[in-house]
């Protein structure tokens, strides 16, 4: 068989499973940093850390942090978080750069991040980074509504990548105290993390596979400039696609979408993902939402970053006087 038609097949096998268990539908997302057709997002993202990461991962150089607003104390965090919900946004994703061990301080912004959530009632999600079993029960008891964490499935990757002095067994342990908390997980891979190479992913869906995940967010390499990457050719769109059906095929009652963190205008990249029965999208074209259309799934949009699997604007939400 050609590797065109294998590739379709196999799509097609992945999207029929997921119309099988999930439904024909598919929810399309704006988050909160994004405006499209004079819209914004309503689930900003606040970094704890400020501009600041001691990792300096190749991909990134801490280059996304600039994007979120900075909240570099617990104060500050309560502060802006009383003023986005009186404002009317939905939540907040709370992240930030990471130590030289792949950990954020939660031990420092727990007790501001539950008296967020007792105040303003946002939805709480977090970007948890390599969380031991204290980290991630504080997490729970403070009210966090679920954990984003980035998997990988190579060790070279990490430690190269990632400059992380362990292997990706330490992934499976956050994980794994993650579930032990009870927290909800949204796991990513971000595809061609490797310098635009396929490398792990495979076992990162495998790895995944072990856990009740909430659901799966497939992500592809960004160059951003003045990174080591920045000339790195991402992966190609039939590759990422390809994840996607592996994901299904490991998890079939699994949720799966196409996140934000992608090259924007890489259409092909959404035309496929939609063809392996993505249930979820973040900032999709017209051609996406034309191509849902002609595969007759229901569609529905929300202002919320893709991981959140609900519908918030039926949710009230708490703002001082």
């Not at 150089?61 to 009317?88: I, K, N, W, Y």
Request: proline share 6%.
């Amino acid at each position: 068989m050609h590797r065109a038609e294998s590739i379709a097949e196999r799509l097609r096998a992945a999207r029929e499973l997921s119309w099988r268990h999930l439904g024909k539908t598919i929810e399309f997302y704006l988050p909160g940093m994004f405006i499209q057709d004079g819209v914004r997002g309503r689930y900003p993202v606040l970094s704890i850390t400020g501009g600041e990461c001691a990792l300096g991962c190749d991909h990134c150089r801490g280059a996304l942090l600039g994007q979120m607003v900075h909240v570099s104390s617990p104060d500050q965090l309560v502060a802006r978080c009383r003023r986005l919900a009186a404002g009317g946004c939905l939540g907040v994703l709370i992240s930030g750069g990471c130590d030289t061990g792949g950990r954020l301080p939660w031990h420092r912004f727990i007790p501001a991040i539950r008296e967020v959530k007792a105040e303003t009632g946002l939805f709480i999600s977090v970007h948890s980074g390599l969380v031991d079993d204290r980290d991630a029960l504080g997490l729970k008891q403070a009210g966090v509504d679920q954990a984003l964490i980035d998997v990988i499935g190579d060790d070279e990757t990490l430690r190269t990548v990632c400059h992380l002095p362990f292997g990706v067994d330490r992934i499976d342990s956050a994980l794994a105290a993650l579930q032990r908390a009870g927290i909800p997980v949204v796991p990513h891979i971000v595809c061609g993390i490797h310098y635009g190479r396929m490398r792990g992913e495979k076992e990162a869906v495998a790895m995944i596979s072990r856990f009740p995940v909430q659901q799966v967010v497939i992500v592809s390499l960004m160059p951003i400039p003045g990174t080591p990457m920045e000339k790195a050719v991402p992966p190609a769109p039939e590759a990422v696609a390809d994840i996607i059906a592996e994901v299904r095929f490991a998890m079939p009652r699994t949720p799966v979408s196409l996140g934000c963190a992608r090259k924007r205008g890489n259409r092909r990249l959404e035309l496929l993902a939609i063809d392996a029965g993505v249930n979820r999208m973040a900032l999709p074209s017209e051609e996406a939402a034309a191509r849902a259309a002609s595969h007759g799934l229901a569609i529905h949009c929300r202002n919320t970053c893709c991981s959140v699997g609900r519908d918030l604007t039926d949710r009230p939400v708490k703002t001082q006087p």
